[in-house]
Nanobody
Framework: QVQLVESGGGLVQAGGSLRLSCAAS????????MGWFRQGPGKEREFVAA????????YNADSVKGRFIISRDNAKNTIYLQMNSLEPEDTAVYYC??????????????????WGEGTQVTVSS
């Protein structure tokens, strides 16, 4: 079973930065796309960013464009989410997900086949 483990969450003041990581292990496909989603308190899970294989194509939600950067290190089976200029509205549990279709930049949960357990990000005002 493919496993995804997120790390790097925490408490940060508004305007600060955090970098999330997501490591994939187990029988991962040879090529795959990855994405980040988040779920804030009382909200539905929403798309944040996606990255295709091998990493030249990315897509961000409008709410994070210009602030968040998704990247990947294929040798380490790891993706990252660099989050800058954080706002209290970014407070959420952040999930990474794996899509077995390597060129797709999925924006809906149904397009992803495997999910991590999530990491909490809290932005104080």
């Amino acid at each position: 079973q493919v496993q995804l483990v997120e790390s790097g969450g925490g408490l940060v003041q508004a305007g600060g930065s955090l970098r999330l990581s997501c490591a994939a292990s187990g029988p991962t496909p040879s090529t795959y796309a990855m994405g980040w989603f988040r779920q804030g308190p009382g909200k539905e899970r929403e798309f944040v960013a996606a990255i295709g294989w091998p990493g030249r194509t990315t897509y961000n939600a409008d709410s994070v464009k210009g602030r968040f950067i998704i990247s990947r290190d294929n040798a380490k089976n790891t993706i990252y989410l660099q989050m800058n200029s954080l706002e209290p509205e970014d407070t959420a549990v952040y999930y990474c997900a794996l899509d077995t279709r390597p060129l797709r930049l999925g924006v809906t949960q149904h397009e992803y086949d495997y999910w991590g357990e999530g990491t909490q990000v809290t932005v104080s005002s």
